[in-house]
């Protein structure tokens, strides 16, 4: 079965700190992955997104992620986060020609202490 | 952002009520879909279209329909709503979900309550 496991449920930093949150995905054939971040009371928005290429991907607001094939991972990387970095981040990942149709992972909530 | 509306915005009802939500999309955009959000699960998708009456069910479809009579709406109904349907609902819209620069966006959601 198609899947996506985000193994940090609730991280909590300090301001400077880098960040790495981890994502893995369970999927057959051609994957395209993506990090969302959802603010407080917001709707989602795109980070960043690979649909292939190069695997080292840069998204809005310095975020950026790797896609580690041999892995089966995705993981999001910020050098130096900021207070207004505190927000739900979500991995998620959809298959060749399925429609657009999402697999979301469990989210990690983010927490920037100033 | 993308010109999406979702309304009602929050919505508190009685179990075995018939509920509807309404997503509504300015971008012209092909492919539309249903998703709830709940604590631990992430968003899970309910229902999508890739077209007018064109619809399919997603990962936890069990207790919802949908209908797309035209681009840009797209309803979600819960025939009779229970308390395991308490959740955020999200609307979302992609042009052509299968190509590179596509993007998908989200509306603002949906807060349903069902005592």
């Known amino acids: 079965a198609q899947s996506v496991s985000q193994h940090n449920h609730h991280v909590i930093l300090s301001e400077a700190a880098s960040l790495e949150l981890g994502c893995n995905y369970s999927?057959?054939?051609?994957?395209?992955l993506f990090w969302y971040v959802q603010y407080p009371g917001q709707h989602l928005q795109l980070l960043l997104k690979y649909f292939s290429g190069d695997p080292l991907v840069k998204g809005i607001k310095g975020f950026e992620a790797e896609f580690i094939k041999s892995k089966f991972s995705f993981n999001l990387r910020k050098p130096s986060v900021q207070w207004s970095d505190t927000a739900e981040y979500f991995c998620a990942a959809s298959g060749g020609n399925q429609g657009g149709k999402l697999i979301f992972g469990q989210g990690t909530e983010l927490s920037v202490k100033p | 952002d993308a010109g999406i509306t979702q309304s009602p915005r929050h919505k508190v009802t009685e179990t075995g009520t018939p509920v509807t939500l309404r997503c509504h999309q300015t971008?012209?955009?092909?492919?539309m879909y249903w998703y709830r959000q709940d604590p631990g699960h992430g968003l899970r998708l309910i229902h999508y279209s890739y077209g007018v009456k064109d619809t399919d069910k997603g990962e936890v479809s069990d207790g919802y329909s949908v209908s797309r009579s035209k681009t840009e709406d797209f309803l979600l109904t819960l025939e009779s709503a229970t308390s395991s349907q308490t959740s955020v609902y999200f609307c979302?819209?992609?042009?052509?979900?299968?190509?590179?620069?596509?993007?998908?966006?989200f509306g603002p959601g949906t807060r349903l309550t069902v005592l």
């Open positions: 979302a819209i992609s042009e052509a979900p299968s190509s590179r620069t596509d993007t998908q966006y």
């Open positions: 971008e012209n955009h092909r492919y």
């Open positions: 999927y057959g054939g051609t994957v395209n």
